[in-house]
């Protein structure tokens, strides 16, 4: 019964270097989610995907790339990444909201601390 | 354009109290209204949902209610206990996507 697991749950890296979030579901979700956490501003939607094969951008995209080969797995890339990108990422995955949807809430993973020097 | 105000940012009572958690949004049409709780360094865990038609949800010591018309939910705890510090996050679901409040960090002293 393992949800959703993200991977890796701590890394810090220097500017510039890439790096890629992994997060995984066991539930069959349509919709897979990426959030960053940052103090004083709640979580805020980076991208998302509405099945496999898809992406949408959410409000701060911009430095981020995903890609969603098999419906299970949902990734995140930082090309090169910067100070500004220190944060705590959740993924987390859901029914589609519509119908059903609606009445289940999203699952959310531990997270991942990020750290950019 | 949504957006969630929670307040207070924190709060601290004695063990055994009842206490209320307030949630403000700014536009009524929503699809449901969710409260979760996030321990330190974990993810949020889904305490309740109250769906856009309903107008609370309980659930063991916790209660939550949803009024569309003036924009307010409110979590209501029944006999806090230490184990239910932690912050409370007062989330909104709209079309595609979730909107959160920047939660009520809550400590239950023993």
């Known amino acids: 019964n393992a949800g959703v697991t993200q991977t890796p749950k701590f890394r810090v890296l220097k500017t510039g270097q890439s790096m890629t979030l992994l997060c995984a579901q066991d539930?069959?979700?349509?919709?897979m989610y990426w959030y960053r956490q940052d103090p004083g501003m709640g979580l805020r939607l980076i991208h998302y995907?509405?099945?496999?094969?898809?992406?949408a951008k959410g409000e701060v995209p911009d430095g981020y790339n995903v890609s969603r080969l098999k419906k299970q797995n949902f990734l995140l890339g930082l090309e090169s990444a910067a100070p500004s990108q220190t944060s705590v990422y959740f993924c987390?995955?859901?029914?589609?909201?519509?119908?059903?949807?609606?009445?289940?809430?999203?699952?959310f993973g531990d997270g991942t601390r990020l750290s950019i020097l | 354009k949504q957006e969630v105000t929670q307040i207070p940012a924190a709060l601290s009572v004695p063990e055994g109290e009842n206490l209320v958690l307030n949630c403000s949004f700014t536009d009524s049409a929503i699809y449901n209204l969710q409260w979760f709780r996030q321990d330190p360094g974990k993810g949020l865990t889904s305490l309740l949902l109250i769906q856009s038609s309903q107008r609370e949800q309980t659930s063991g010591r916790l209660n939550a209610s949803l009024d569309k018309s003036s924009g307010r939910s409110t979590l209501y705890i029944a006999a806090s206990q230490p184990g239910d510090s932690a912050t409370y996050l007062c989330?909104?679901?709209?079309?595609?996507?979730?909107?959160f409040g920047q939660g009520t960090r809550l400590t239950i002293n023993p």
């Open positions: 539930m069959n979700h349509e919709y």
């Open positions: 989330v909104i679901q709209g079309a595609q996507k979730l909107v």
């Open positions: 987390a995955s859901s029914l589609p909201p519509a119908g059903q949807g609606f009445r289940k809430p999203q699952h």
């Open positions: 995907s509405v099945g496999e094969g898809t992406t």
